[in-house]
């Protein structure tokens, strides 16, 4: 599938994803090596079926587990060792959590937290020393449209990922003088997902379930479908690429328009 940046070049860049086995992380990782991107991807749980592809792309596969600074370290050295810099780090990695406050465990909020915001703070705070020398780079948290208006049936879900948001922008503020542009995409409702399969597995109708997340977005259930992953991987590669080099500390809504309100009724 060719993408509808036909025109980015990204050869001589090196770039890491976090969460990137599977959903949005893989069609990133895929869609900047098709672009010309040295990608690293670090993941909980790598998926070995994707081995092929990764070869013929040259994607590099690491275990990585984003709550543990050791392995976070490990896959951005990793990076800088084998290609002699860093110029792009997308912060995917993340767990739903899907449960009303007074049903939550420490053990689940620290979970939840971890995975969604201190992975991305662990991430980020290794990979801007090696930006800086190489005079900037392009930093993208995937958020969530819970990160923009909360959502009542994941409260958790949706304070990691508000906290995201202002982590970006504060990030952005702070790292502007090194010439580090940081930004996020806040998707919603996206298919063939770990998360969203998780979702759809717990429900007791999958197709109710399926067509509950549509209409809850106007773009998609006018187009009956959910957002793809492709489509989230095409905003990051504008937010890495040279065509957004003024954009920083921006929060890019890829959810049809479920961060709008409620949505109009059907005609």
């Not at 070869?55 to 690491?62: K, N, Q």
């Not at 909020?109 to 190489?134: E, S, V, Y």
């Not at 969203?196 to 197709?207: F, G, I, K, T, Y």
Request: proline share 4%; net charge negative; aromatic share 4%.
């Amino acid at each position: 599938m060719s993408s509808t940046f036909t025109q980015v070049d990204l050869t001589g860049r090196v770039g890491v994803v976090t969460g990137g086995a599977t959903g949005i992380g893989r069609a990133t990782a895929v869609l900047l090596a098709e672009h010309g991107a040295k990608m690293f991807v670090g993941d909980f749980d790598p998926v070995g079926a994707t081995s092929e592809e990764s070869a013929r792309l040259g994607i590099t596969e690491l275990r990585c587990d984003v709550r543990v600074e050791a392995d976070v370290k490990q896959l951005i050295d990793r990076a800088v060792s084998q290609s002699g810099g860093l110029d792009i780090l997308v912060n995917n990695a993340g767990i739903g959590m899907v449960k009303q406050i007074t049903e939550v465990s420490e053990e689940e909020w620290d979970a939840c937290l971890d995975t969604n915001l201190k992975g991305a703070f662990l991430a980020t705070k290794h990979a801007i020393p090696h930006m800086r020398q190489r005079g900037g780079g392009s930093i993208v948290n995937t958020a969530s449209n819970a990160g923009i208006l909360p959502r009542a049936h994941d409260p958790v879900y949706s304070t990691s990922k508000g906290a995201l948001v202002a982590f970006t922008k504060s990030i952005a503020l702070c790292h502007s003088i090194d010439r580090i542009r940081v930004n996020a995409v806040c998707p919603g409702p996206v298919g063939d997902t770990r998360m969203m399969n998780a979702d759809l597995d717990r429900a007791a109708d999958r197709e109710a379930a399926i067509k509950q997340f549509i209409a809850a977005s106007p773009i998609a259930r006018v187009s009956e479908r959910m957002i793809s992953p492709r489509e989230v991987a095409e905003a990051i590669l504008y937010l890495v690429s040279d065509a957004s080099i003024m954009v920083t500390g921006t929060c890019i809504a890829i959810d049809g328009g479920k961060s709008l309100g409620v949505p109009p009724q059907a005609k």
